[in-house]
């Protein structure tokens, strides 16, 4: 605290400088409240829900995980990218794509998906992938991240986390809940009110920084 205190007047004659004040004073430090706010009140989490799903998930992974050992005849680890190579590229002979840094076949989503159709057990494991990502990025992960207070999730709020300027999230990071796929929607919805008289309203501006640029080349 106290060598942030001494740093106060050399960052502020470099934001002087850069004609950075309004928008330190107008805006930043007014938004620095509203999201401690924020982070202090948390969001309420449905962990039930998240719970049911996490059994669905895990008996659709192991479905997904016997059909890819069908395919390859043996048993073997979906996370290894060695075991992986040798089964995709040496037994069933698919044709590799690009290599890692470090010059290995790779087995990565963007080189799966290019070989969808050539075998039955691509399209395994790429389903596999995506409900392990899900399981344990939010079914397994937003439960034991709950405070035990008040049953709410407190996120961090970063100001200066987006190259952009817009807000990013940590611990966890609430801004990246998928919606593209029915389970996703589902996590999402697991999200809900903190009271019975309160409601989550979703809502988002459209371009809105083309729209703030074309305001301000009308001024």
């Known amino acids: 605290a106290a060598a942030t205190a001494l740093l106060v007047p050399v960052l502020e004659d470099r934001i002087a400088a850069a004609g950075l ?3 330190l004073t107008d805006v930043e430090i007014p938004l620095a409240s509203v999201l401690a706010g924020m982070e202090a009140e948390g969001i309420a989490l449905d962990v039930a829900s998240l719970g049911t799903m996490a059994v669905e998930v895990r008996g659709q992974m192991d479905a997904f995980r016997e059909e890819a050992f069908r395919h390859a005849g043996e048993e073997f680890n979906l996370n290894s ?3 992986l190579r040798g089964i995709l590229y040496e037994k069933l002979g698919l044709s ?3 290599r890692t840094p470090k010059g290995q076949l790779s087995t990565d989503a963007s080189v799966l998906e290019k070989l969808r159709d050539a075998h039955p057990i691509v399209d395994a494991i790429l389903s596999w992938r995506e409900l392990d990502k899900l399981h ?6 937003l439960p034991r991240q709950v405070d035990a207070r008040d049953g709410r999730v407190h996120t961090t709020f970063h100001q200066t986390g987006a190259a952009t300027g817009r807000l990013s999230s940590s611990d966890p990071n609430l801004q990246n809940i998928p919606t593209r796929t029915e389970l996703g929607k589902r996590i999402r919805r697991a999200f809900v009110p903190g009271g019975r008289d309160q409601v989550l309203l979703c809502a988002d501006y459209s371009q809105i920084e083309l729209r703030i640029l074309a305001r301000s080349e009308e001024h």
């Open 136 to 141: 344990s990025t939010y079914l397994e992960a």
């Open 21 to 23: 004040g309004p928008l």
């Open 81 to 83: 990218p060695p075991q």
């Open 96 to 98: 590799p794509g690009k």
